[in-house]
Nanobody
Framework: QLQLVETGGNLVHTGGSLTLSCVAS????????IGWFRQAPGTQREGISC????????YYADSVKDRFTISGDSAKNTVYLTMDNLKPEDTAVYYC??????????????????WGQGTQVTVSA
């Protein structure tokens, strides 16, 4: 059974960078779509990026395009989210999640099958 664990959250200053990791266990990430989501207090969970581990195709929401980069390492069973030029509005709990056995690049949370526990990212002004 696939399990996901996010690491890498931290406190950074505006303009700084962070790389989040989503480490999978129990099953391979191949043939799945892995998405990154974030949720700030009082807001809905927002899908910001996803990657097809089979094709390597990626998707970015406008709010993070040209600042965030998603990548996957099948050998390490890990997906990364590299975040550059961070802004205070990026402050949130960041989650990774998986849709099993698909190539569809979607970011609706209700379509995802497996979730990690989240990691906090705080960007100070």
């Amino acid at each position: 059974q696939l399990q996901l664990v996010e690491t890498g959250g931290n406190l950074v200053h505006t303009g700084g960078s962070l790389t989040l990791s989503c480490v999978a266990s129990g099953s391979t990430l191949d043939s799945n779509v892995i998405g990154w989501f974030r949720q700030a207090p009082g807001t809905q969970r927002e899908g910001i990026s996803c990657i097809s581990m089979e094709t390597g195709n990626t998707y970015y929401a406008d709010s993070v395009k040209d600042r965030f980069t998603i990548s996957g390492d099948s050998a390490k069973n890990t997906v990364y989210l590299t975040m550059d030029n961070l802004k205070p509005e990026d402050t949130a709990v960041y989650y990774c999640a998986a849709i099993l056995y698909t190539r569809a690049l979607v970011t609706s949370p209700e379509l995802y099958d497996v979730w990690g526990q989240g990691t906090q990212v705080t960007v100070s002004a």
